[in-house]
């Protein structure tokens, strides 16, 4: 159980381009759902919390307007990297926790994107 | 969020050895977890700690909470190579939701 998946897994495009990143909990509803990033042979940096139904909450340092987060339903939030440049390439982790207090958070494969 | 001290930062054994990593933090946590990841992918959840002293086993894998709410190890018994992985402590403090991450512990095994 508690599977999240995570599409697309590989994305390489030009310079400008908007790249959306969906992550949906396959087998539990998730009312809160987390964007993490990822350099080289570093841990993971949390980009925001995703909330269902309302606004994300974004961590100091990260552009609300740059990465758009949307968590619509209890299963699927996505991230929208806006006017992707070359500094945005990394690899984007998604997580979504099980219902309840102090649950453990589920990781999806990630994303890598490469922008050109 | 806080970062965990996590040791060592990488480790490079022989099958069949054990291993043993930590983490260790300033502030005390409700719930411990270790998670590990293999390159181009996501983590995935190897163990969950939700009590002071607690300890869990998973197959080779042994992990425990710490009496003192501030630090868990992780050691891993007669070591193959696809133990081979980027192994993560992770805490969960008093907002029950938000991961405070370790730096990760590298783990090579060779044959």
């Known amino acids: 159980g508690a599977v999240v998946s995570q599409h697309p897994s590989w994305v390489i495009c030009k310079s400008g381009t908007s790249v959306k990143i969906e992550c949906r909990s396959l087998?539990?509803?998730?009312?809160?759902m987390f964007w993490y990033r990822q350099f080289p042979k570093q841990s993971l940096m949390l980009m925001a919390t995703?909330?269902?139904?309302?606004?994300?909450?974004?961590e100091q340092g990260v552009e609300k307007d740059k990465f758009l987060i949307n968590h619509a339903s209890l299963t699927l939030s996505t991230l929208t990297v806006t006017s992707a440049h070359p500094e945005d390439s990394s690899f984007y982790i998604c997580?979504?926790?099980?219902?309840?207090?102090?649950?453990?958070?589920?990781f999806g494969d990630g994303t890598r994107l490469s922008i050109l | 969020g806080q970062q965990l001290n996590q040791s060592p930062q990488s480790m490079f054994i022989q099958e069949g050895e054990d291993v043993s990593m930590n983490c260790t933090s300033s502030s005390i946590f409700n719930t411990w977890l270790w998670y590990k990841q293999d390159p181009g992918e996501g983590p995935v959840l190897l163990i969950a700690l939700y009590k002071a002293g607690e300890l869990t086993s998973n197959g080779r894998l042994t992990a425990q909470f710490g009496i003192t709410r501030k630090d868990s190890f992780l050691n891993i018994s007669a070591s193959i190579p696809s133990d081979v992985g980027i192994y993560f402590c992770a805490g969960l403090g008093n907002s029950g939701y938000a991961l405070n991450f370790g730096k990760g512990t590298s783990l090579l095994v060779t044959p």
């Open positions: 087998d539990f509803q998730a009312t809160t």
């Open positions: 997580s979504a926790r099980v219902p309840g207090l102090n649950q453990p958070q589920h």
């Open positions: 995703s909330n269902e139904g309302s606004k994300a909450t974004y």
